[in-house]
């Protein structure tokens, strides 16, 4: 899986949309969408969710490092 893959990947785990995701990569939203339509490919996941937890699942993503928006649209960081 590329970097950028990878990048996206921490994105959703983090919960955020394909929009989101690309204005903080500086990409475009379909290009998220074409990445993520790759993964799920490469991984043979039905949707997004799965493919984070088979990449969280092989240690591409480590929890501990990811951030998760709380529920009042706070930034926590998950320690494990």
Known sequence: MTD???EILAGVAE?????????RLGISEQT?????AKVLQRLR????????????HNGWLDLSRLQ???R???LERRVA
């Open 68 to 70: 998760v928006m709380t």
């Open 45 to 56: 996941a039905p949707d997004r969710t799965s493919a984070v937890v088979i990449s969280l």
């Open 32 to 36: 998220v969408k074409n990445h993520l």
């Open 4 to 6: 950028r893959e990878l």
């Open 72 to 74: 009042d649209g706070e």
């Open 15 to 23: 919960g955020y949309s394909n929009r989101t995701i690309g204005v």
